[in-house]
């Protein structure tokens, strides 16, 4: 939606203004409805009102939306960690709190603006996501492929279809996994009660996470996560799913959870055939520091009885 919206509101529209307008404006977010309310982007009756407002019949609503921010893509002087590198693919191992590429709210000193300063990447992502073949949350750490030029795009691509690489991770999640193994099947979606979420729901896509337990403390359980498909916050979900939230998350977890600027994943082991030799290729990366703090801190405070 970029041009100006006018409704009169009718029997079938009155209740809180940001539900009903989401009901209406469906490529728009509750939350970001809300948003433009509380900015003064939304008027009743040429009032401002707030998010809660309750319609009436007769009501004349004007939704003004936000000017989309302009993204300039530039490449920037950002260290990189880079794992392994040559002619086509780049290793690298992202730090937590790092975003992967520029969007609205994050429009530079992302990974692909450091990436871009660094190398030239592919171009079949566009313009905002070169080299960029798959994606880690911004507050999860590790292991990421960089695709230098479009014939190692496609091949990684491909094998990511194709449910042929390697993808290994290590998650904190609260409460005890009696298990010693499991599989979590279950189709994911955008969630129908909060659309910033993902959720278990019956239409969703195929999602399937393997668990094991690494270790078990008196409230946490340490797993290792390997990933058959990549769905949006994949692990995140199919763990509070099965009741054992990642601890740290601020979007899925409790509110009462382990201090830290978000949850404990980290993408610890990647592997893929090489897109020009064929070779299958394996790398690892180690625990950052702050998530091996915390363990070392569950051994000596959160040992089982």
């Known amino acids: 939606m970029t041009d100006e919206l006018k409704l009169t509101i009718d029997s079938a529209m009155t209740g809180r203004i940001d ?43 004007v939704v003004q939306p936000e000017k989309p921010q302009k993204i300039d893509l530039e ?20 730090p937590q709190g790092m975003v ?27 313009e905002f996501r070169p080299g960029i073949v798959h994606r880690i949350d911004k507050d999860t750490s590790g292991l ?27 998650a904190l999640v609260h409460g005890v996994i009696k298990e010693e193994r499991g599989t979590i099947d279950a189709p994911l979606g955008r969630s ?18 393997h668990f094991k337990v690494l270790e078990r403390f008196q409230h946490y359980t340490l797993v290792s996560c390997q990933l058959e498909t990549g769905r ?42 090489h897109p020009r030799t064929g070779k299958q290729m394996t790398f690892t990366s180690p625990l950052p520091e702050y998530f091996q703090k915390m363990i070392d801190h569950l051994e000596k405070t959160d040992r089982p009885s």
């Not at 129908?192 to 996470?209: I, N």
């Not at 509070?240 to 601890?247: D, E, M, Q, S, V």
């Open 19 to 61: 539900k009903e307008l989401a009901h209406h404006l469906t490529d728009i977010s509750r939350s970001q409805l809300q948003k433009w309310i509380e900015d003064g982007n939304v008027t009743v009756n040429g009032e401002t009102v707030k998010p809660k407002y309750k319609l009436a019949v007769g009501d004349e609503v």
């Open 75 to 94: 490449p920037e002087n950002i260290p990189l960690d880079i794992v392994y590198e040559d002619d086509d693919v780049i290793v690298v191992n992202k």
């Open 100 to 126: 992967v590429h520029p969007a609205p709210g994050h429009p530079n000193h992302t990974l692909v603006n450091a990436l871009l300063y660094h190398s030239p990447l592919s171009t079949i992502n566009g």
């Open 144 to 170: 990421l492929m960089i695709a230098k030029n479009d014939l190692a795009h496609r091949s990684l691509a491909a094998q990511l279809k194709a449910k042929t690489n390697e993808r290994e991770y290590v």
């Open 192 to 209: 129908k009660k909060d659309r910033k979420k993902q959720a278990v729901v019956e239409d969703g896509r195929h999602a399937v996470t």
């Open 232 to 273: 949006t916050h994949q692990i995140r979900v199919h763990m509070k799913y099965i009741g054992h939230p990642l601890a740290g998350d601020p979007l899925y977890g409790p509110r009462k959870t382990l201090p830290g600027n978000g949850q404990y994943l980290h993408a610890r082991l990647l592997g893929f055939k």
